[in-house]
């Protein structure tokens, strides 16, 4: 094999593919990039027992050929070129491949091709196209409320579920829970749940100034997912996911309306004297036209602020793990939302305003006002 391509492309490639792999690979080949040649590219593969990623490059293929090498070299060589013109030349006498541009010279062993497993394409049993906006928007709106604990990988990815007129993905930790649909017309029903390392995957693939379509194919317990020249394969998480409908209160007893930003300033500030660790806790006083947020730390000192609001019901104390509610503030388009509660202890809603789309449910902390 012996190529010729610019390296700012070759390093994109790989920066993409190597997220397949993980820090300690079930086997020594897995820490390798597989790459082919093509008609007038190159195709990179990388993967482990849980996904697999494919990036195609142009080049010009001067012999054809394949070759298996260390990611871990291969991309800390790539990335240090200033995007000039590279040759790369496998050498099987010597069992390596030699790197050269207009003044350097570089060689890295090669792996055994043998070894690396065909890329898992397949023919999906079916599939669904949507616009690279809409899944962004999804994704963005529900992979923060999952989980990163591995002992319960039920709730590390996020469930897919798709009918005729939308599709809803929803996300949880089991302490929060964030459900965004949107509308899909003449989708073909599926429902799954895909983990959300494919997810983030997915999205920062979808990073062109032009508009992309992306294809995902299912078949059994694996999706493949097409974003123009990437191709991302991965192991579903099997089980049934709760039903998330059931965790949403039929009716509030209190309501209030409040500014995004206003809030969002509000909590960054007074979490700063929040409990350290894990759970920064902030309290919530609603009454009347008045939200007073306050938080303590025995090492910092007191944090107390007020935010206007619109509320109805009675006045109620509650209290927040502060980054549950930055997240969802983060994650919203408008200028006001609607917290809706019934008690100090029972499942919040949030909402925004004049929106139905996009629901959070977080729970509150038992804790002593």
């Known amino acids: 094999m012996k190529i010729t391509c610019n390296s700012d492309a070759l390093n994109k490639a790989i920066q993409i593919v190597q997220k397949a792999i993980v820090s300690k690979p079930s086997t020594p080949i897995f820490s390798g990039i597989h790459i082919l040649t093509l008609e007038d590219k190159i195709e990179l593969q990388a993967m482990d027992l849980n996904m697999a990623i494919s990036c195609t490059t142009d080049a010009q293929i001067l012999e054809p050929g394949e070759i298996v090498v260390s990611a871990k070299y291969l991309s800390e060589l790539i990335r240090k ?22 003044a350097s010279e570089f060689k890295l062993l090669l792996m055994s091709e043998e070894d690396f497993p065909k890329f898992p394409l397949f023919d999906g049993d079916k599939s669904i196209e949507i616009s690279d906006d809409k899944i962004k928007d999804l994704i963005r709106k529900t992979i923060y409320a999952c989980s990163t604990d591995e002992s319960r990988p039920l709730f590390t990815g996020i469930l897919f579920d798709v009918n005729s007129d939308n599709i809803t993905c929803v996300g949880t930790n089991t302490h929060r829970l964030a459900i965004k649909s949107i509308a899909q017309e003449n989708a073909e029903p599926i429902s799954l749940i895909i983990p959300a390392k494919v997810l983030a995957e997915i999205a920062r693939n979808l990073n062109s100034d032009v508009p992309q379509t992306v ?53 960054e500030r007074v979490s700063l004297f929040s409990s350290d660790g894990e759970y920064s806790i902030i309290k919530f006083n609603i009454n009347g036209n008045v939200m007073t947020l306050t938080s303590s730390n025995p090492a910092s000192g007191t944090g107390r602020e007020i935010v206007n609001c619109e509320s109805e019901g009675d006045n109620l104390n509650v209290a927040f793990n502060s980054q549950y509610v930055m997240d969802i503030l983060k994650n919203m388009e408008s200028e006001e939302v609607i917290f809706s509660l019934n008690t100090s202890l029972s499942p919040v809603c949030v909402k925004a305003l004049g929106d139905d789309s996009y629901t959070y449910i977080v729970t509150p902390v038992r804790v002593v006002f």
């Not at 294809?215 to 998480?237: A, D, G, P, Y």
């Open 81 to 102: 070129f200033s995007g000039e013109e590279i040759t790369i030349e496998k050498n099987i006498a010597t069992k390596n491949i030699t790197i050269t541009s207009s």
């Open 215 to 267: 294809k995902i194919s299912l078949l059994k317990n694996q999706i493949m997912v097409v974003i123009e020249n990437v191709i991302i394969v991965s192991r579903l998480i099997e089980g049934k996911f709760p039903d998330y409908r059931r965790v949403i209160p039929a009716k509030f007893a209190v309501t209030a309306k409040v500014k995004v930003k206003e809030l969002a300033g509000a909590v």
